[in-house]
């Protein structure tokens, strides 16, 4: 469902997995811009979930991309996998939640290591040319002058594009000028950012698959 609100566009909910046809590309890390780090690098072969009560993202855009992964943990052999990528110049987070399932050979089990954060609405998460690769992400979403169908090359919201190697200049994208997610429930191969400010940082290990974030 789609309407009108303030000059916005709102989607009731709002799932994503973009595809771009960048099967060519061999070989292509993930690099950074606007000097988050100076070189790519490989992304491990887990895929990590990631729920947030509300993000509010100012300066967004999104379009396809391919991340280098890993098949297996032993990391002997890597593989090209599409992505979704989501960036924003500045993003405020509350009740974010990160956790990753490692199972671990040797003791026959999965261990969960699961990140909270911004649990105080007054202080939340925040973060400046933010990146998200994401596989799958479903949240309850508002989007004030959005622009859908740009191309790559010609957007003019969020930050630079992370990895021209790994995209189309001509492909498909979408930007708008501020973006509210609530709800959020995503999957995602690597997030990325210029800085990252944690507030609240909880951190823990466990074996009860009820640490999942969702």
């Not at 010609?154 to 501020?178: I, M, Y």
Request: hydrophobic fraction near 40%.
């Amino acid at each position: 469902m789609e309407s009108q609100v303030r000059g916005g566009t709102r989607w009731k909910r709002f799932a994503v997995v973009m595809v771009p046809s960048v099967a060519a590309a061999a070989c292509v890390g993930v690099g950074l811009a606007q000097g988050a780090l100076a070189a790519s690098f490989s992304v491990s072969g887990q895929q990590f979930k990631v729920s947030a009560g509300h993000l509010h993202g100012e300066g967004f855009a999104q379009y396809g991309g391919i991340d280098t992964v890993y098949k297996k943990t032993d990391g002997k052999e890597q593989t090209q996998v599409p992505v979704a990528i989501s960036s924003f110049d500045d993003a405020t987070i509350t009740k974010m939640c990160q956790s990753v399932a490692t199972p671990i050979p040797l003791i026959g089990k999965t261990v969960y290591l699961r990140l909270d954060a911004g649990t105080d609405p007054k202080k939340p998460v925040t973060a400046h040319n933010l990146y998200i690769d994401v596989a799958q992400l479903d949240a309850d979403a508002e989007f004030k002058n959005i622009d859908i169908g740009v191309a790559v090359q010609d957007k003019t919201r969020g930050p630079e594009v992370k990895d021209k190697k790994s995209t189309l200049p001509g492909g498909f994208a979408q930007q708008a000028e501020s973006a509210d997610l609530y709800g959020v429930e995503q999957t995602a191969w690597a997030t990325t950012a210029g800085t990252f400010k944690l507030s609240g940082l909880s951190m823990k290990l466990g074996m009860d698959k009820d640490m999942e974030c969702y």
